[in-house]
């Protein structure tokens, strides 16, 4: 989220008849704690399900939007791979306007590649996939898309510090029928989309950033879900077939914004 920037000031806005409808029919407040009970269970059945899968593999489109200096908010997109075999295993790519990455951790070394730089780095991580998403967030501050779903305990970690809960219902995402589910912290709001049926996957996963100017979201939206022998076998090696090896800090360009819009950016 510290791609955001918060503004104290506030934009003009100008809004349509049509679009004003919308708003003031999505005015009405729902129901304290809606379907409470019922979406903690949809949750924790999704950790549950989460956890047990040894092999997963799928592909991902994610949405992170910045607000300028000005208040203008723009959106940046990007896609990518995530194949894993727990509990230490993992390959995962992402290629958006400003970046084509990819990493891959064997259980003890985490290599990072810049494609188009065709410049890696690597750093000696071991551990299981928990420790690596932590390391990655906290460490190195190159986080995977959507790594809270990926962790063994889902459950505890998204609904650490949640004051609010609802169920919405159902929703269609890619053509299939999910349960949507709202959760509010102090500092951000989160829903998400799962699965309904055997195989409750997270479909999509929202952030919203309610105390910076204009509220920008961040989410990622899984697509091709596989599991099990679903799953084509990777030898989670890396082959570095040409590219030069440096310092971390010298492999740039790897996030999902562009240098300017980046903290401390032009932007």
């Not at 208040?71 to 992402?94: C, E, I, Y």
């Amino acid at each position: 989220m510290n791609a955001f920037r918060k503004s104290s000031g506030c934009p003009e806005v100008t809004i349509s008849a049509a679009a004003l409808a919308v708003v003031v029919g999505l005015s009405v407040s729902l129901p304290a704690q809606a379907g409470e009970t019922e979406a903690k269970s949809l949750l924790k059945a999704m950790s549950d399900y989460m956890a047990a899968q040894n092999s997963i593999a799928f592909g991902y489109d994610t949405n992170l939007e910045v607000v300028t200096k000005d208040h203008q908010k723009l959106s940046f997109a990007s896609s990518g791979t995530v194949v894993l075999n727990r509990p230490d295993k993992m390959r995962a790519t992402r290629n958006g306007g400003f970046a084509n990455v990819e990493m891959i951790f064997d259980g003890k070394t985490l290599t990072l590649v810049g494609k188009n730089a065709n410049l890696y780095t690597q750093a000696e991580v071991p551990g299981n996939l928990d420790h690596l998403v932590e390391a990655l967030r906290d460490e190195f501050h190159r986080p995977v898309p959507g790594a809270d779903l990926l962790i063994s305990n889902v459950y505890d970690v998204l609904m650490a510090d949640v004051i609010d809960v609802k169920d919405l219902g159902s929703g269609v995402i890619g053509g299939t029928e999910c349960d949507h589910l709202a959760f509010r912290t102090k500092e951000v709001d989160w829903q998400i989309w799962i699965a309904q049926g055997a195989q409750p996957y997270p479909c999509r996963y929202v952030i919203t950033a309610k105390d910076v100017d204009q509220a920008p979201q961040y989410s990622v939206q899984l697509r091709d879900w596989k599991t099990g022998s679903k799953v084509a076998a990777d030898d989670f090696t890396f082959n570095a077939s040409g590219a030069k090896k440096v310092d971390m800090k010298e492999l740039t360009d790897t996030d999902e914004l562009p240098q300017q819009f980046s903290p401390g950016g032009a932007e």
